[in-house]
């Protein structure tokens, strides 16, 4: 049967009327994402849904959604609509086998992540990019030829190459925000890379003749350069200074674990601080992982309190970390605090049947997490066997919240002094304070707003908690000392008076005692010698030995 011209003439007609309106929601979007005002970029991101509902294939239509999508800090959607170009999320992908919730499981060593992503950034690069850039082994030729081959081909793969570049630049910045540094830095670098391999065959596709010095501007006259241009360099420029950052965050991050793998507790703790504590901002997801390894950090160095602090931040900035709760759990169950320490693992197998309820481990598909699907009901049963096994110990009364090891809890050795345990106790009240403890969001980067004040209602409970538990152990460790204190006042009293009676008995014996006999006196007038004693007033008898001398 064969198609009138006429319906072929409105089946042409519909393409390019289809053609024009998209073409039209592409230029009113980048006008308005020239604003740069949240309700025209929001405007524009549905002009932009439009044309992909209308051409879902088409290029410059998923450029400006992502790019839109950046500029409203919607950093997770951006994930999700390139994640498939996520290097970690490939890795866990082709490492395939087993269930398909698989490629939410844990990265449990982040050196060997980063190995494995280094080695899969060479594969991230299109087949076209890669056979453009080299020449085959069996060409040769002359100069010239070789300088007209690399034109010819620089300018056949110029197109392919400036398809999907803005892909690695963006996807690469909206990883950095949620934490995603190795897939970041990955991203970013191959982005830098396609960007200068590009600039590369721009020049070498130029003749010489646009290097004279007609093309030159005469004085007096502006040089005018394209807006794409302008653009071109200011994100090469932002790509430059966002790598830095993340290399240098990784960098520290990886001496930190480095050193709590060789066991120099301090040296961690310092290379995390330097992270946590710096005047530049980190993502909130990188500032939870770090927080989590200071912690283990400190549990290793024995100052819990300082643990439990690091442990309640993470617990704020990422209520579902599997990893914190577990720690602040053992670290609860260490010092004998057990109601709290049941209330945690209650708060974990919640945690851990939403998860089999769901059949997916929380957050998005990219997220990286501590444990991995399958293992989650085996930890499910171990779990429920130690809280009922925590539960009979204090229903039998061995272990009572009385019973607390307040001594760890501060970091005190049985029988310190009062001033050991006010100044530990003034250390511990000025970091801990509650006003004090919240001060970690000033430096922690949201990307979702709506998100603070949910984390300041999280940190400001568990600091108090906290801040109630430091000061109970001050009272209870400071009655211990007061009790030492009066214990030894009466045992220095028992011994003065023991010293007293002993020196009275001493008197008494010396005064019961027979008089001494004076010997070697030589007197030749013994009536003379007792007239004179006579006037002293000496009455008492005197026991005298007769010798006779010789002359």
Not at 105 to 126: F, M, T, Y
Request: glycine share 6%.
């Amino acid at each position: 049967m064969a198609v009138s011209p006429c319906l072929g003439g409105e089946k042409k007609h519909w393409w390019l009327h289809n053609r024009k309106i998209t073409r039209k929601y592409i230029r009113e979007a980048k006008h308005l994402m020239a604003t740069q005002d949240p309700s025209d970029l929001s405007e524009a991101l549905s002009l932009i849904d439009a044309a992909i509902a209308a051409s879902p294939s088409l290029e410059p239509a998923l450029e400006l959604r992502a790019r839109c999508l950046l500029q409203l800090r919607r950093f997770r959607d951006v994930a999700d609509m390139l994640q498939d170009y996520i290097p970690s999320l490939r890795l866990v992908r082709s490492g395939g086998g087993g269930n398909g919730n698989d490629y939410s499981g844990s990265v449990s060593s982040d050196n060997s992540s980063s190995q494995k992503l280094s080695r899969e950034r060479v594969k991230l690069l299109k087949t076209s990019s890669s056979s453009g850039s080299a020449s085959p082994p069996t060409f040769k030729c002359f100069s010239a030829v070789s300088d007209l081959k690399k034109k010819v081909m620089a300018g056949l793969c110029k197109s392919c190459d400036k398809e999907g570049r803005w892909r690695y630049t963006v996807l690469g910045e909206a990883c950095c925000h949620l934490g995603l540094m190795e897939d970041a830095m990955v991203l970013l670098q191959t982005g830098k890379r396609l960007a200068s391999a590009a600039f590369r065959r721009e020049s070498i596709c130029r003749s010489d003749d646009s290097f004279s010095f007609s093309s030159l501007p005469i004085s007096g006259d502006l040089v005018t350069t394209s807006p794409s241009n302008h653009r071109s360099a200011a994100e090469f420029e932002s790509a430059t200074h966002l790598l830095a950052l993340v290399k240098l965050l990784i960098r520290r991050r990886t001496a930190a674990l480095a050193a709590l793998d060789a066991g120099l507790h301090s040296e961690a703790i310092r290379h995390f601080s330097k992270i946590l504590d710096g005047r530049s901002f980190a993502p909130r997801v990188f500032l939870a992982e770090c927080y989590m390894g200071r912690a283990a950090a400190y549990r290793a160095a024995g100052r819990v309190a300082e643990s439990i602090a690091d442990c309640n931040k993470t617990l704020a900035l990422d209520p579902t970390s599997i990893h914190a709760l577990e720690t602040r759990a053992a670290l609860l169950e260490w010092i004998r605090c057990l109601p709290d320490c049941l209330h945690d693992l209650e708060h974990l197998k919640l945690l851990y049947n939403s998860i089999l309820r769901d059949r997916k481990l929380p957050g998005p598909r990219w997220k990286r997490h501590y444990v991995q699907y399958r293992e989650v009901p085996g930890r499910l049963c171990a779990l429920t066997v130690k809280v009922q096994e925590l539960k009979k110990r204090v229903a039998s009364g061995e272990i009572g919240s009385n019973n607390v090891d307040y001594y760890l809890l501060m970091g005190l050795r049985r029988g310190c002094t009062r001033s050991e345990l006010e100044r530990a106790h003034l250390l511990l009240t000025l970091r801990h304070k509650p006003d004090k403890a919240m001060m970690f969001m000033e430096r922690c980067e949201f990307y979702d707003h709506r998100d603070l004040d949910s984390v300041r209602d999280r940190a400001r409970m568990s600091a108090m908690l906290l801040y109630r538990l430091i000061q109970k152990g001050y009272g209870s460790v400071m009655a211990n000392v007061l009790d030492e204190e009066a214990a030894e006042k009466q045992r220095k009293k028992a011994a003065a008076v023991v010293q007293t009676h002993q020196v009275q008995e001493s008197e008494d014996i010396k005064s019961l005692a027979p008089a001494a006999v004076f010997q070697g006196v030589f007197c030749r007038d013994l009536a003379a010698v007792s007239n004179l004693l006579s006037q002293v007033g000496f009455n008492q008898p005197m026991a005298l030995k007769y010798e006779a001398l010789s002359c």
